[in-house]
Structures are given as C-alpha cells and as structure tokens.
C-alpha cells in the first residue's frame, strides 16, 4: 500500500509540473520516501507502459500515459469515501464479477474496485455472456457490505444504474434511459448493462458484487451477431470517442455520493432519480417472460418492484420484460 501511495504521489508530481523536470531530490523531499524508493516506483510506473525520461542532471519528465485503464489513472482526484478506497486494474481477467468473489472470500473489504481492459468469459444476467473486447469500454465490479437484508439488497441495482447514467450524463453530454430491472440503453438500444451477484444467508448479506459493463468506443464490428437485443455504444451513437479514465472516474464518484445517500436516507431519493430517467412511466406498457402484466406503469415500489396499473387494480412486478403497448 505505500508502494502504491508512492506511485500515486509521483503521478500527482508530474500532473503538477507538466512543463519541466521534476529532480529525484524533489520527489523525496514531497513525498517524504527514499531515493531507492523512487528508483523502484519510477520503474514499476515504465512497467505499467509510462513513458519517463530520465536526464541525470535535471531529473524525470512524463512523456506518455499508456493506453490502458489504469488504477493508478482513474485514482487522481478521486477522494470518494468508500467506493473506490481501493482500485485494482487488470489487463485481462475472465470475469471481473468472478475475480472480487474471489477476494470476498478472503475477506476484501467494502469499496474495492476491480477494472478490467478485457474479460475472456465476460457475464450477463440470465447466464448470458457479455461481450468485452479489449482496449474499448468500461468492464468493472464493486465490492460492497452493507447490513442488509437480501430483499433489500435488490435497491442497490437502482444506485448502479443512476450512478452509470449520471456518469453518462456528465462526461459524454449524453441522455441515457433506464430500463427496468438492469440496462442503460441510449438511442433506444442497450449500451450499459448491470449484473449483481451477492453471498447471503435467508436474512443477511454477507456481500455484494455490483458488476457493470458500460459500451464507450466499441464498433459495430465488436458486437456479437448473435445478440438477442439491439445494442450500442456511445461512440457509435455521438461520434465522439470517450476518456476511458474520465468515465471511470466519474462513474466511482456518483456510486460514492449514491451509495451513501442510500445509507443515510434509504432507497427514495436514488428510486425517484431513477424513475426521472425511465421514459416508460406514465405510459401502456405490456409485461411478459416473468409477471404477466397490461397497464400504465406508474412506477417502482421501495423494494424496486414496477407498478403496473389498469382497471382491475395496480399489480407489483417482480420479473419479466417491459414493453410498450403498440
Ligand atoms: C447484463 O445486462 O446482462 C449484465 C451485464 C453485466 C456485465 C458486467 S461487465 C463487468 C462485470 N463482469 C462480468 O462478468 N459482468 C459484469
């Protein structure tokens, strides 16, 4: 950990002295470390892909910032309280959902975060897979362990999706939908989706894994032909190719600040950010594939159920596909 608080500390330095050297003295003397312990972050950073020069008699200068996501990136400026406390990022994993299980079991603590540039065995919900190609959008899962029951764990898929949609929203000026229980779709097709998986007993959780993917830059090419639902990305629907770095960053700062509403207030606020987004309300709709369901979605219960309402009275659903009525 001080390893990395010494990686950070020199990444800060060089964002702060971006148009000159910066001597090895200097980075000491700021960071309160050894020279020796400089050497060795300054080449742990070029084993991360920095490029830093070094010239023996003025110092060190960064010259590039790999293409990759990078924990030690989307760090910078972070300040959350919990989410995010701790950051991993790897090249590739199987599942990022699959990888922070396993750092559950041994006893990870809430807030760890783990990032991958690309999944090999990517998962959706309804054992569906999730496409995840390397280098092009946000693969990630958050490790949370809240004193709830497993009933009321469902609210949290409610914290993730406003979260990913107001990151949307603020870095890429884009107007996400929601739609019930667990996409972002953009242009009306699918462009983030959410997959929480959690370890419970009947009345206690022992934790939750909150996995999100969210398509920034990938192309049409990148997508499945298989796939069963019409998706996209943001790249696809604005033109404008997004900062990897800046979404993650965005995104971890909105699930803090939500997260910890949902502590200290309960689910309404994040259910009622969440309705504003969910275009559906107010209008017909049809539910099938769980509940069946005709009426006027009216909105979501404290426990994340739709409300469906007709003639015959309002019907609370708990599963199933939403639709418009044609
Ligand atoms: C869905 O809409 O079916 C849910 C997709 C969830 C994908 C994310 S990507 C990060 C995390 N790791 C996984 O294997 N799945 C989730």
Redesign the pocket.
Known sequence: MAEVSTRDGILRLFREHQDGYLSGEDICRELGVSRTAVWKQIRSLRDLGYRIEGVASQGYRLLEIPDRLLAEEIRQGLRTQRIGREVLSLKETG???SYLQDLAEKGAEEGLVVFADH?TG????LG?S?A?PEGVNL???VLLRPALSPMEVAQLTFVSAVAAAQALEDVCGVQPEVKWP??LLLGGKKVA???NEMQAEVDQVHYLVL???VNLNMELEQFPPDLRYPATSVKLETGAVVNRTTYARSLLKALDRLYTQYLNQGAKPVLREWEKRCALIGQPVTVTGGTEARGVLVGIDEDGALLVENETGRQRVLSGDVRPQN
């Open positions: 599942s990022t959902n999944q990517g998962r959706g919900r569906r999730w995840s693969y990630l899962s667990n996409d989706g959410l997959l996995g999100i993917g």
